[in-house]
């Protein structure tokens, strides 16, 4: 008999679904199907929706923006050709949970939009416009690799901030790791992190008839900085990945002109993610220097530490049983909020440790010991 959690899930599981991985990026069909879904899982519960100006959809059992109402929820956006459980499990997970409340419990699910960053390049976007984080014309600004803007997309302008009135706020979501040897952790921090853009630019030309001693190549700075942010990063007890890279003009048999990679860097504190940024570009400086090669940073995001709140995430440890407590590198909606809520995150057992990949897993049963953890936190707070 398949239980509460699997039969949901099924209804979810195929949308976006493609031959490696997910696609579900922000405001696509994909993304727009599962927020009808959304819609369609609140109607069942009687729960009203709204959506805040900011493409964040928000599921209320209670009059909505009223005080002292209890916050859950995730996001539905992947990475490209991500895994199925990052974001959408915290979705699902409110829903079951909030099956499992006695009538009067005030809670609101939320579905937070474009928090990969995967589509507008800057992540936790819907919730960084809803606390003021980012401006909202900068974010309408925001433009996707086929140059539809964010504003286009959403459909109107962002509102921007507005005043937060909940009691605490409670993220459930797939472990990205392998700390966890039991089915459900509680998070303690989240590292600082960023991400950076550099941009290399030199000269196109034949890659049949230009002399390698008459060559610009903008290429070759770009590779001699990805090998050094991987030392660098190393030797700091860091992390420095660069996933994204865009050439121009992008022909096999042309020297390319301009070659753009983006740095994501994180750490386990401040001093040493600064540290570590200016390192690296100090080298790609020296090195594009040598090669008469032009560059430029420009940082898109970055998100400082973030430590929940300390009396919360033992409070809700002790109530599930003292489970473990643990800090984690990957950001969130929950870290955007922790500085105007206080907020709490459960992690889900994860086998393979593996995310942001097809291969990224959690077993139903895990999942279902998620849900009841998180219905238990759930009706001590409110």
């Known amino acids: 008999m398949s239980s509460a959690f699997a039969s949901l899930w099924a209804e979810i599981a195929p949308i976006g679904l493609t031959d490696n991985g997910y696609l579900r990026f922000a405001l696509t069909e994909p993304e727009r199907v599962l927020r009808d879904w959304f819609r369609n899982q609140a109607d069942r519960r009687d729960m009203t929706v709204t959506e805040d100006g900011n493409g964040n959809l928000f599921a209320w059992r209670g009059e909505p923006w009223a005080d002292g109402v209890v916050l859950t929820g995730s996001h539905f956006d992947s990475v490209p050709h991500g895994g199925g459980y990052d974001g959408p499990l915290g979705i699902v997970s409110a829903f079951l949970a909030v099956d499992r409340l006695p ?133 700091a007890g860091a992390h420095a990945t660069i996933g994204r890279v865009a050439v121009e003009p992008n022909a096999t048999n042309a020297i390319p002109s301009l070659v753009r990679g983006w740095l994501d860097a994180r750490a386990a504190d401040e001093s040493t993610l600064e540290t570590l940024v200016e390192a690296i570009v100090k080298r790609a400086t020296d090195r594009a220097g040598r090669d008469g090669i032009a560059v430029s940073v420009e940082p898109e995001s970055v998100t400082a530490e973030v430590a929940f709140d300390t009396a919360l995430a033992s409070r809700v440890s002790e109530l599930l049983g003292d489970a473990p407590i643990l800090p984690t590198g990957a950001g969130h909606d929950a870290g955007v909020l922790s500085a105007h809520v206080p907020t709490a995150m459960l992690f889900v057992r994860n086998p393979t440790g593996v995310s942001h990949s097809p291969a990224e897993h959690a077993t139903d049963d895990d999942c279902e010991a998620g849900v009841e953890a998180l219905a238990t936190v759930l009706l001590e707070l409110t």
Not at 126 to 142: C, E, F, N, V
Not at 207 to 219: I, L, N, Q, S
Request: hydrophobic share 40%; glycine share 10%.
């Open 103 to 235: 009538a009067g419990r005030n809670v609101a699910v939320a579905a937070f939009c474009e928090e990969e960053g995967g589509r507008f390049g800057v992540p936790c976007l819907g919730s960084r416009l809803l606390t003021g984080a980012i401006d909202p014309s900068h974010a309408a600004r925001l433009c996707d690799r086929d140059g539809v803007s964010f504003e286009e997309a959403l459909g109107y302008r962002p509102a921007g901030p507005r005043r937060l009135r909940f009691k605490a706020a409670v993220e459930l979501h797939i472990e990205q790791g392998r700390a966890l040897d039991v089915p459900v952790g509680v998070a303690s921090a989240i590292w600082p992190h960023g991400r950076w853009r550099f941009d290399f630019r030199g000269d196109a030309d034949h890659a049949g008839t230009t002399r390698m001693a008459d060559r610009r190549d903008p290429m070759l700075t770009y590779a001699y900085m990805v090998l050094a942010a991987n030392k660098e990063a190393r030797l």
